[in-house]
């Protein structure tokens, strides 16, 4: 809820993502996934010049309130086995 996203960029090895929070008082969190069934391998997020390894097929981000962030993300295409769980099930 209260959370939008912008894909502003989609590349063979990286993607870019624009995430914000449009609650003014409640902290969102938020699970990004490679690729519809989890069958892209994120290897790091860039934030602010931060980059962060990964190494997953998801991660989650916290947003705080009224808060955004564009992630620049390094991927694999293809690395993982597609799978139709939900990544807070697997």
Known sequence: D???ALV???KDDRTIVTLVNLSPTTPRTVVVQG???GEHQI???EVNGRITP???RDFTVQLAPGAGAKLILAMKRY???PDAKFPWDR
Do not use: F, Q, T
Request: glycine share 16%; no cysteine.
């Open 35 to 37: 690729g519809g069934y």
């Open 43 to 45: 290897l790091s997020a």
């Open 54 to 56: 990964i190494k997953a």
């Open 2 to 4: 209260d959370v939008g």
């Open 79 to 81: 690395a993982n086995p």
């Open 8 to 10: 502003s960029e989609l």
